[in-house]
């Protein structure tokens, strides 16, 4: 997640000295443009003002800025002047995003006659609040978006608005998760009427929104909540989401925070989608299997931490979830997870972290032993055998590895 230069809210007192505190925060000295480079009338808005005023501004803020008029041309011309990328996000609206040094900066033409118009076409009424960037700044403030962040409430701007994007469903409970907002209740029932709509928006769109919720700090207070409103339907399978309680923080409190940062998000995805949801959203491969694989033995639990698995199941579990064990152990019994974590943690736990006593090469060279399948099962059970204690060390395997290959010659 992206570091944060914390500092107190801005909300109250003078207007004039809100401003230029919010300006300090800011630090348009440290933008990789500088403000003269943009054209006159333009304004900041969006994350960057809120995010401000709110004292919670990354150190590398994402810039929003709303241009009079032709907002591609500008970005092409400052990508090609500075030295960054120009990227078309809308050629029809007229918006572009300039990638420079690291940081991103998004550039759109103003829409409507006049700002104050476009600032009501926004989505929410936070996030429709401008700094201009003239002499002396002001903050244009047409909805009331101001109250709204002194009140920590999420207030959409109109009905039509979120209808516009119906991704605007999605984003507002992400913007719960990440800022502690509470839902103003005409909003909440807009959201609840329309969330059939959501699939109209692109699945990359979708899929960013639920990676910033899943690793919020407050995703435990909107987990319930996206389900409630039915936004994720059409990518759930609702038995699975009926019969598991949401993994949450409460739970995950024998975790240490970095085992949690990776724990937590793969186990609440692995709850909100199934595993058709998740490649229907354009998830990687990668994560599309951490969670399939998660959710297998999610299925297998038998409420005595594995403790009626084979030794073979109990084997392979630990080769599928070796790197993301803590997801799992967070269904476990408190005592079992201590126990579990105390030895996944150690990293040379033959059980938790498994690899054969030896490897192919050797077992070949040494006792003369082909290629193919056969070698394959043999470094498996020699994993067995060192992961359950009854071979410890090189001398042990071989022996093994030769009495498992007599043995496998006299059944042919």
Not at 113 to 135: P, Q
Not at 154 to 161: M, P
Not at 164 to 178: N, T
Not at 380 to 390: D, M
Request: hydrophobic share 40%.
């Amino acid at each position: 997640m992206p570091s944060l230069r914390s500092s107190a809210p801005i909300l109250e007192g003078d207007p004039t000295i809100r401003v230029q505190a919010l300006w300090e925060q800011l630090h348009p000295d440290h933008w990789p443009l500088s403000i003269q480079e943009l054209p006159a009338g333009t304004v900041l808005v969006g994350g960057a003002v809120r995010d401000g005023l709110l004292g919670r501004l990354q150190k590398q803020p994402d810039l929003d800025f709303i241009v009079p008029s032709k907002a591609l041309e500008i970005t092409r011309s400052l990508a090609k002047t500075l030295g960054g990328t120009c990227v078309v996000l809308d050629a029809e609206r007229d918006m572009a995003r300039l990638v420079i040094k690291g940081w991103t900066i998004d550039i759109a033409t103003q829409e409507g006659s006049n700002l104050k118009e476009d600032l009501w076409r926004r989505d929410f009424r936070l996030n429709a609040i401008a700094l201009t960037l003239e002499a002396t700044p002001q903050l244009v403030d047409p909805t009331g978006g101001l109250s709204d962040l002194e009140q920590k409430k999420l207030v959409a701007v109109r009905e039509q608005n979120l209808l516009d994007d119906p991704l605007r469903l999605l984003r507002g409970l992400r913007l719960i998760a990440e800022l502690q907002l509470s839902l103003e209740k005409q909003t909440l029932a807009w959201i609840n009427c329309h969330h059939r709509l959501l699939p109209q928006a692109a699945p990359e769109r979708i899929q960013a929104e639920l990676q910033r919720i899943v690793t919020a700090p407050w995703a435990d207070d909107v987990l319930p909540l996206l389900l409630r409103t039915g936004l994720l339907d059409c990518w759930q399978n609702t038995i699975e989401r009926i019969s598991r309680p949401a993994p949450c923080l409460k739970v995950a409190k024998s975790l240490k925070p970095e085992e949690q940062a990776v724990a937590l998000p793969l186990a609440r995805l692995t709850h909100l989608l199934s595993n058709e949801g998740l490649s229907a959203l354009r998830f990687s491969r990668r994560q599309c299997q951490r969670c399939q694989l998660l959710r297998y033995w999610e299925e297998r639990n038998d409420g005595m931490a594995f403790a009626s698995l084979s030794e073979l199941d109990r084997l392979q579990l630990h080769l599928d979830l070796e790197t993301d064990l803590p997801a799992l152990i967070l269904q476990l019994p408190q005592i079992s997870q201590m126990q579990w974590l105390e030895r996944w943690r150690t990293a040379d736990d033959p059980l938790f972290h498994p690899s054969p006593p030896v490897d192919g090469y050797a077992l070949q060279k040494t006792l003369k032993l082909p290629k193919g399948q056969a070698l394959g099962e043999l470094l498996r059970h020699l994993c067995k055998e060192k992961a359950f204690g009854r071979v410890q060390n090189r001398k042990q395997a071989f022996k093994a590895a030769t009495y498992w290959w007599e043995q496998k010659q006299t059944l042919l």
